[in-house]
């Protein structure tokens, strides 16, 4: 991977906003793969003022993962998460935007289908990715084959626990969830992790310099040939 250290996350925003609103602007129907959580929250913001006078209308997206039991409506589903910060403040078409339909009866058939809508879509140009600090990319938890495609899966206690601020308290944390599966995202073109702070780091370094281990999902990206990773420079600081 190449691994780029920046001051802090404005600078990654803009970095990453620059390399997505140049893919855009040269596919204007590029897909991208949208991450939620905080890490790419300064990339979305810098986008906005780098697409303002771009056609975004047939730009197409795919999140990565989807919590399982909470309500659509429910502010911190990723699909209103989406809505809020990628698809209102961009001006994207809410039609070309989607995320793993995890109130679907049919969960199985609902990751497969996702995983044949990416496809149809021709796969995903960009892929942004953050880390969770046990490893995870998507919602693959440690023990995640690297084959997998979308599916439910539990979150760990760790990733609920990090998660808990989002919500009232832990307990409304959803415990499963429809994520993309490891092989899904290593089926897009160009993967872009991004990790800032201390508490990334050990994430980090296993992800980019680690055994490629199912027990460290993240260090599934060493065996993709397009990978940039943007770090602060606490998230890099177990990097050998
Ligand atoms: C979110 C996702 C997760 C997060 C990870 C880090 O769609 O797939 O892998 O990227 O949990 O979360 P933050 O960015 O909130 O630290």
């Not at 998230?235 to 050998?240: E, G, W």
Request: proline content about 6%; hydrophobic content about 45%; glycine content about 10%.
């Amino acid at each position: 991977a190449e691994v780029v250290i920046v001051p802090d996350r404005t600078t990654a925003g803009a970095l990453v906003a620059d390399h997505i609103a140049a893919v855009i602007r040269r596919r204007p129907d590029a897909v991208l793969g949208l991450a939620t959580g905080s890490t790419p929250l300064p990339v979305y913001a810098a986008m906005r003022e780098r697409l303002a006078d771009a056609d975004v209308s047939r730009v197409r997206g795919f999140a990565l993962d989807e919590y399982v039991g909470i309500d659509l409506a429910h502010p911190e589903s990723y699909s209103s998460v989406i809505a809020r910060e990628v698809v209102e403040p961009l001006g994207l078409d809410p039609d070309r935007i989607l995320t793993p339909p995890a109130h679907d009866a049919d969960l199985a058939g609902a990751g497969e289908r996702y995983d044949a809508a990416i496809r149809a879509a021709g796969g995903v140009d960009v892929q942004l990715l953050g880390i969770g600090t046990d490893g995870h990319i998507g919602f693959n938890e440690p023990g995640s084959s690297f084959a997998s495609r979308t599916r439910v899966k539990t979150l760990t206690r760790q990733t609920r626990e990090d998660n808990a601020r989002f919500f009232d308290s832990i307990d409304e944390v959803p415990r499963h969830c429809l994520t993309q599966g490891l092989g899904t995202i290593l089926d897009a073109r160009h993967l872009v992790l991004l990790a800032f702070g201390e508490g990334k780091a050990a994430a980090v370094a296993g992800a980019v310099e680690g055994p490629v281990s199912a027990l460290l999902p993240g260090s599934a990206i060493q065996l993709h040939p397009h990978v940039t990773v943007v770090v602060d420079e606490a998230a890099a600081s177990r990097l050998q």
